[in-house]
């Protein structure tokens, strides 16, 4: 992200001294920025972004292998990236907040509670990271997912939320010059089932072909009539471009209003106008 990286420096002990590097450039950083930085070590990127978090504000740690399970096991579970409140509420309901329980957990009865999601978890807490610090890569795609605070059923509360959330990714598109040929649509039930349903579409980033394609996937799949925990919307199939009028289906007018709205909000920011469809989705998103 903007304010956050991994470096992989495998191998510079035999030259310079990977702690001794890192904690210079962090010198550097702050010499020439201001910034306060922290940063830690470790065999892999799951291990160094918690110990970074443990050093902040301005702080540096070295983790070696010996000493990843005893640096983790007292830590709470939200500790480990990408757990989620609904996740974690999920564990602590059952006794587990804190990592070394999480891993000493039986991997198969993970897998039943959360899905593949589970095998991920275990290997976090057991301090198990085999993913590599890749450079720049090409973006395959944009996405938004929305956790509710009570599962809910309100089928027109669901519709602005989509409405909200498709304009959300469009203006995206169009900012980073994309269109994108693929609509995913993803909800979690109640009990933690997830369902996703796609559809592939001619090349595009407006918003009313979109939140059609999205609304249409999410009618095909919401078929159980139980309450929703979550909702999750992703365009893949991306290729740069600018938005271009489809002869059949749009307008001058349509195009037109789409410069003309994202000029508003480059100009006063993303929350300023909008559709009144997706109102309240943006209005809460900015509070």
């Known amino acids: 992200s903007i304010d956050e990286h ?24 702050t010499r020439h920025t201001g910034l306060p930085v922290s940063f830690a070590l470790s065999v892999n990127k799951t291990v160094a972004k918690i110990g970074t978090g443990e050093s902040k504000p301005a702080g540096k740690r070295e983790i070696a292998s010996n000493g990843v399970r005893p640096f983790l096991n007292p830590l709470s579970i939200k500790k480990i ?37 589970g095998i991920d978890l275990w290997k976090k807490a057991n301090g198990i990271d085999f993913s590599q610090v890749e450079p720049y ?23 602005a939320l989509i409405s909200g959330m498709v304009e959300k990714l469009a203006y995206q598109l169009r900012c980073e010059q994309w269109l994108v ?8 039930y109640a009990n933690f089932d997830t369902e996703t349903k796609q559809a592939k579409i001619a090349y595009t980033s407006a918003d009313n072909i979109l939140t059609k394609t999205v609304r249409e996937l999410f009618n095909r799949l919401y078929s159980r009539r139980m309450r929703i925990r979550l909702i999750g919307i992703r365009f893949t199939g991306l290729v740069r471009g600018n938005l271009q009028i489809n002869l059949f ?4 007018e349509m195009a037109a209003l789409y410069q003309a709205m994202d000029h508003i909000k480059n100009r006063f920011g993303y929350d300023k106008v909008g559709r009144a469809a997706g109102f309240n989705f943006n209005a809460k998103e900015n509070r």
């Open 137 to 159: 890569t090409e973006r395959k795609s944009v996405s938004t997912e929305h956790t509710f605070d009570q599962d809910t059923i309100d089928l027109n509360m669901l519709h």
């Open 81 to 117: 990236p990408m757990l989620g409140d609904a996740t974690f509420q999920l564990l602590s309901r059952i006794g587990v907040r804190q990592i070394h329980t999480l891993a000493e957990m039986p991997v198969e009865v993970l897998q039943q509670m959360i899905g593949k999601n």
């Open 249 to 252: 289906e749009d307008t001058q």
């Open 181 to 188: 040929s693929t609509v995913v649509v993803k909800i979690r």
């Open 6 to 29: 991994y470096l992989d420096i495998t191998g510079i002990d035999r030259f310079f001294g990977a702690y001794q590097w890192t904690q210079e450039l962090m010198q550097s950083v």
